[in-house]
């Protein structure tokens, strides 16, 4: 692999490795304090299949991203669940705090919930490119890979393309 490609490799592990392994293992470890904390929002039944889908997507979606395999898809897929996330879990305008005490929890909550948006911002470079230049690309192949560790080696010449003198 190229020094780019590494790069890449590095950029793309980073956006993922709090998903996966960390908030997945995690899940694992404490199913029932993950459900606990989707009951918060959901009743028992669907904050468990809540956590299962979170699973899910936090194993393949991350595992997407960083092999290149329908990446773009799995990089919007991630983008989603961190804005989703932000919006059920880290609803800092309910504890009524943010203004009245610097430590108090709405502070934590706003943090977390720009830190959320912040990542889905990441992933959305990866669906459209740091220009724009994937979103078409990611429109007409939705589970195409950006193929992101590819190098492409140099033509080997062909008779057609000597020049020979004439002399």
Request: aromatic share 14%; charged share 15%.
């Amino acid at each position: 692999m190229t020094a780019e490609a590494w790069i890449e490799l590095f950029v793309r592990i980073g956006l993922v490795i709090l998903f996966f392994p960390f908030s997945a293992l995690d899940k694992v470890i404490s199913f029932g304090h993950a459900v606990k904390q989707a009951q918060e929002m959901f009743p028992r039944a669907l904050a468990i299949v809540m956590i299962l889908v979170g699973l899910g997507i936090e194993i393949f979606a991350s595992l997407g991203v960083v092999t290149g395999i329908a990446d773009r898809l799995a990089a919007l897929i991630l983008a989603g669940y961190c804005a989703a996330t932000a919006m059920l879990f880290k609803r800092w305008w309910e504890p009524g705090d943010f203004w009245s005490d610097p430590d108090g929890k709405a502070r934590g909550l706003f943090w977390d919930f720009l830190k959320n948006f912040s990542l889905a911002a990441g992933f959305l470079l990866i669906v459209v490119g740091t220009q724009g230049q994937g979103f078409h690309a990611f429109l007409s192949d939705p589970l195409g890979s950006s193929h992101p560790y590819a190098t492409t080696a140099p033509a080997a010449p062909t008779a057609y393309s000597l020049e020979i003198p004439h002399g």
